[in-house]
């Protein structure tokens, strides 16, 4: 049975994207009895407070809550809190020790605890209060993985031109400087006015980026974070293109939005809601174009894995791994045409807004 | 639900993070490597401009070698024309020169040949005259030797003056 968890353990994650807890303390027997695909997934592509690599191995994340002042403690105190058992719905949950005392966790969501040290539950929601949650969570450490990274790569391309002046790029610069050209020349270049891009290229070079290297460690194995099929990450990239748009769109921009050029007045009075929400459903089609994308490959891939484990035989390691294995290979290129898409209509709407009168 | 519900946690982690990395590269990264790309680019550029520039002096070098060639080729025949032709007047001068020396030798030749054939002709004809007068004294001498002799040359002589 503990070699049967330990293999189980053991496939899903070198060939998923990172580690899947089967069997959790306490109600082990039960997932034993029925591998729950959904909530496995589930579980997979939501934050966590912890990284759990393989095995036993596990990285407990230090919380941070902002909750009458700032506290701090390891997530410890709830993956080795007491474990409670709501005896209306039968939700079970974590009520931290320790220096958590007064939190208590349920999927992976933080609460604060009623006088009696429980939740409260309607249904499957809690009642209680929340406290701000700013954890270091498993995606926010693969964001701050990501930036170094990203920091190192491209300090040691810089370096080399400083090193060796203007000449052909060869190693590291050589792999980058095209993706650095292909955004300054065909994204922002082809997209925004001529005089005016110069401005825009380390945004979007920086988002560009951001989301590549980001989509790319999330397809590591065992490391791999969904971060950039996490919706708050989408929502911050997007919001910052729709500031940029707003706080460079020009005279033109705006008297397209409020007053475009040749619409009869009472067409305008409709015209003009319709502009106004086009400002932001731009933005929200980047948040959820790069969040349903990225998500979803992950999905396709836990779901080609889990096969194994619904059929309960090796054998379909057959069929689900060579899938699993294509599909990565899939996801790595989309990896490069979303972070593509996303630079690519950020300088579109950037581009709109700058754009001079003709 | 809870999958599309943005958490203000990663929310704020990720704009901080982002911001930051924005900030920096764009400090240490971005300008830098631009910098330099556009630099190599300029180089780049002019190095093609000079090649073009640079073909285009090499080609009015060369039309201009080729100008020289030919005006040195032309100064050349010009040249070896001119001394051809003086070769020419020299060798006719030369000619002339000469014949009127000849002729000049020619006549003063003649000259003193006329003069040695007339002294020549003048001695012989005092030669012959003395001859004559020799023979004549000798003829003379034996007609007269007798009367018969001189009778007959007197009558002869007389015939002579006669018919004269």
Known sequence: MVLKNAIKSIVLSVMTLFSVTVAHAGHGAKEEAEFQVVETIMHHIKDAHEWHVLGDITFNLPIILLDNGIKSFSSAEFYHGVVKTDSITGNHYTVATGKGLGYAMFHEKIYKTDANGELRFEKDHVKNAKPYDFSITKNTTSLLMGSIIILLIMFSTAKFYKKNGAIAPRGIAGFIEPLIIFVRDDIAKDSIDIHKYHRFVPYLLTIFFFILINNITGLIPLFGANLTGNIAVTVVLASLTLLVTVFSGNKNYWRHIFATPGVPVPLLIIMMPIEVIGIFTKPFALTVRLFANITAGHIIILSLISIIFINKSAAWGFLSVPMALFISVLEILVAFLQAYLFTMLSALFIGAAVEEAH | ?164
């Open chain 2, 1 to 164: 639900m809870d999958l599309i519900t943005p958490n203000i946690g990663l929310a704020f982690w990720t704009l901080l993070v982002f911001m930051l990395l924005l900030f920096i590269l764009t400090k240490f990264a971005w300008k830098p490597i631009l910098g330099a790309v556009k630099a190599r680019e300029k180089n780049i550029s002019e190095s093609l401009e000079l090649a073009v520039k640079t073909k285009a002096e090499m080609a009015a070098l060369h039309a201009q070698n080729e100008n020289l060639l030919k005006e040195t080729l032309a100064q050349r025949d010009e040249i070896v024309r001119d001394a051809k032709e003086t070769a020419t007047k020299m060798v006719e001068d030369a000619k002339s020169v000469s014949k009127i020396e000849a002729e000049k030798i020619i006549i003063s030749a003649r000259q003193a040949i006329e003069a040695e054939k007339a002294s020549a002709i003048s001695e012989i004809r005092s030669q012959v005259a003395d001859l004559s007068v020799q023979i004549a004294e000798k003829i003379i001498r034996k007609e007269l030797s007798s009367d018969d002799k001189q009778k007959a040359l007197a009558s002869d002589l007389a015939q002579d003056i006669n018919l004269n």
